[in-house]
């Protein structure tokens, strides 16, 4: 199993970021993916699922209006991206799998985007 | 929301000394919906227990998790160097929610 992961990113705050995650090594298919942030020095945050197959995506309530997660099955790649950015967004934003049912853990991760938000 | 909080924040220890962290939610979790990671600095979380006390492959068998309820444990029975890192709790029975973790450290 293997989550890629796309490159940092530098925003200023109000801007856009849209974050890929490419999944491989297993069917697509077959288990939830969720997005999760960690600020500098801070803990874990959950920010949203989406149904692979169904394409059906949940978010954290502070992220509903602001985030949108959707995937594309032809690539088998999942995509986060996040409004109106403000400095507090500035997070390593990992994308991990869940399991084949929607509430469960995360046994697999990427290894992380850095976005940076800042004038 | 489901709140955890984790308890102590820092545990300094030595190598071979037993670790026992807790976790404690703001609501009974249904035991088959608790986790453990462990993060090491620059890396991402691991997963090491899932349903409140299954170890995830390759998990050594000095990491252990037990609990019921609102309470939870992970316990190292014998720490090794390559132990000390950040471990955090997770509930997925209600949205998922993380602790705000426990640092060991030498």
């Known amino acids: 199993v293997q989550l890629l992961q796309s490159g940092p990113e530098v925003r200023e705050p109000g801007a856009s970021v849209k974050l890929s995650c490419k999944a491989s090594g297993y069917s697509f298919n077959d288990f939830y993916l969720h997005w999760v942030r960690q600020a500098p020095g801070q803990g874990l945050e959950w920010v949203g699922i989406i149904n692979p197959t169904s394409g059906i995506p949940s978010y954290g309530e502070k992220f509903r209006g602001r985030v949108t997660i959707t995937r594309d099955t032809s690539t088998t790649t999942i995509y986060m991206e996040m409004s109106n950015l403000k400095s507090d967004d500035t997070a390593v934003y990992y994308c991990?799998?869940?399991?084949?049912?929607?509430?469960?853990?995360?046994?697999?991760w990427g290894l992380g985007a850095l976005v940076t938000v800042s004038s | 929301e489901v709140v955890l909080t984790q308890s102590p924040g820092t545990l300094s220890l030595s190598p071979g000394e037993r670790a026992t962290l807790s976790c404690r939610a703001s609501?009974?979790?249904?035991?088959?919906?608790f986790a453990w990671y462990q993060q090491k600095p620059g890396q991402a979380p691991r997963l090491l227990i899932y349903?409140?006390?299954s170890r995830a492959t390759d998990v050594p068998d000095r990491f252990s998790g037990s609990g019921s309820g609102a309470d939870f444990t992970l316990t190292i029975t014998s720490l090794e160097p390559e132990d000390f890192a950040v471990y955090y709790c997770?509930?997925?029975?209600?949205?998922?929610?993380f602790g705000q973790g426990t640092k060991v450290e030498i």
């Open positions: 609501q009974s979790v249904d035991s088959d919906y």
């Open positions: 349903d409140t006390s």
């Open positions: 991990a799998r869940g399991m084949e049912f929607k509430y469960g853990f995360f046994g697999f």
């Open positions: 997770q509930q997925y029975a209600f949205s998922w929610t």
